[in-house]
């Protein structure tokens, strides 16, 4: 799946995800309408709402990019309707060929993880059959509980040819508050002076090793990848280098602020090795001034739009980076 | 909800919760050949088979112990099905008075984290509406985004009068990886001499501050808890310091290595502060040699008979405690 996406990438010239967080008051008006018609202010026309929004973005957009990112809590608010159209969502997508990467942020003990992985990677056993639930491509890992939480994930991937991203600097404000936090490293006895690396590079420098265990059989980039802020370029760039083999899933471009020029850093001179998530910022394009020309009823065709402007973006800072 | 489960750890005299982790190894062959016979070996009938399970074993345990923590993940493997069965089996703890702590170990950036706050402790807008998804008492969190990741859930837990418990230290194997690195502490540069405190207590100390924010109107404990692992007694203690007021979740008693002697240390001198799990040592007690005169059809009174062993083994290490 590594390989299918690096591909994709390279076809599309588009190191884009497209974030599928369908917050209601991105829906457009005549959307939620028909919906809450049908189902009434429920979950069930909360679901429906962000079902036939996501449709209509997935339609627009499907030839330009290749991947979608959905974030499972903008459905999982809305209970187990949120959760049908979340696995419609996931089921549509790759109908349409993209790579769906789930963000589901989960990571627990390992016999929980195990849980987490065969449900959204795998197939989870019933009897003497083997049944798949979500089936998501790839999904994002929180390594906080350290290895046990993360090799059952490793696991799944290999048997099932899936991936990862484990969050390594989160693109958020208050990131740093742990994660960039001075850790002692091991030599640091040996130096007699105490020498100090972030939290974020001890991660990053794991999920190097976690990597190098799972390489595709041919290809440059593991399965294994790192999700790296936007917001944070300087960051971006040490963990370039610390994780060269390393696919890196770097949100927060666009509405979180990070701009095409901060993220020559995060890509490889062969040009590959980082997918850019935006979410709002396409899939509400319609909402801002510059596409505004477009209305709430051409919401679809202002995030292709959006889509191209911002493969522009990426390219043009690609194209003059010293 | 704090001063509910305080009430109710005083009232049974048994501060455990029990988790509801059901893993298909664990359900009992009768119930299984049941739930396959109507629905196949399939999603549906992997979700039927536990739920009849957690059903046996709340009906044999609720007048024992003040809460349960189903384990999200183990019915998210099941899809759809799976959380169909988890809401469930929430609504019918809830039925019988249980405190419900839904182990979900969530936690993302701001926007995201709201989302997930609001499916399960709030109620999310819907048009003009206010709808209630999966509506557990408390949740666990994942602290590794920082304050913007557990905001969220402190919020909604004001408005709505719940609580969360923030993951400190865990009881997995691993969990040193990342949680035991020593960490430069602010005033290293002051002293001339760089001090280093482990990650867990740079947590745990930020839980206490949070936890001070997040006070009931009456009551020692705060709505901000803590999970600590049973596995760390040593950690746990010093812990226990750091969080003066807050309620200690203790996984990993039982199947995991934990002793009761081990607990001692999580609890305030006023024999409160924490709250043990116990999962398949409870859930699974029929398959221990010591509970096989029980049988698979005496599952649930198993369930029952490893409750009141555990309430013996907690209450005469709190009396032997020096």
Redesign the interface.
């Known amino acids: 799946m590594i390989n299918k996406l690096i591909a994709k990438i390279q076809k599309t010239k588009a190191p884009i995800v497209v974030g599928l967080?369908p917050?209601?008051k991105f829906v457009p008006e005549q959307i939620?309408r028909a919906a809450?018609a049908e189902y009434g202010?429920?979950?069930e026309?909360?679901a429906e709402a962000i079902w036939q929004y996501n449709k209509g973005i997935v339609d627009a957009i499907c030839d330009l990019v290749p991947a979608v990112k959905p974030?499972i809590?903008?459905y999982?608010?809305?209970?187990?309707p949120?959760?049908?159209a979340f696995?419609k969502t996931v089921n549509y997508c790759k109908e349409k060929d993209l790579v769906v990467i789930g963000d589901i942020?989960?990571?627990?003990?390992?016999?929980?993880?195990e849980?987490?992985a065969?449900?959204?990677l795998g197939r989870?056993?019933?009897?003497?059959?083997l049944?798949?639930?979500?089936d998501e491509d790839f999904v994002t890992v929180?390594?906080?509980?350290?290895?046990?939480?993360v090799r059952p994930f490793m696991n799944i991937c290999k048997e099932e040819h899936k991936g990862i991203f484990v969050?390594v600097k989160?693109?958020?404000?208050?990131?740093?508050?742990?994660?960039d936090?001075?850790?002692?490293t091991e030599d640091s006895s040996a130096s007699g002076e105490?020498e100090?690396r972030p939290?974020y590079e001890?991660?990053g420098s794991?999920v190097a090793v976690w990597g190098a265990e799972c390489m595709p059989e041919s290809g440059d980039y593991s399965y294994v990848g790192a999700v790296v802020g936007a917001t944070y370029p300087e960051q971006g760039k040490i963990l370039r280098k610390i994780m060269p083999r390393t696919l890196i899933l770097v949100p927060g471009y666009g509405a979180q602020g990070g701009k095409g020029a901060d993220l020559v850093h995060f890509f490889n001179e062969d040009g590959l090795g980082a997918i850019i998530n935006s979410s709002r910022g396409i899939i509400a394009a319609y909402q801002q001034e510059k596409y505004a020309r477009f209305g709430e009823v051409g919401y679809a065709e202002a995030a292709r739009e959006a889509v191209l402007e911002m493969r522009r973006d990426i390219a043009s800072a690609l194209e003059n980076r010293v």
């Open positions: 967080d917050m209601m939620r809450f202010e429920t979950l026309g909360a974030q809590a903008m999982e608010q809305f209970g187990i949120g959760l049908i696995q942020k989960r990571g627990d003990i390992g016999s929980t993880s849980a987490y065969v449900g959204h989870v056993q019933v009897g003497s059959s049944c798949t639930a979500f929180n390594p906080y509980l350290g290895s046990d939480g969050l989160t693109s958020n404000p208050s990131s740093g508050e742990l994660q936090r001075l850790v002692r105490a100090a939290v001890i991660v794991q």
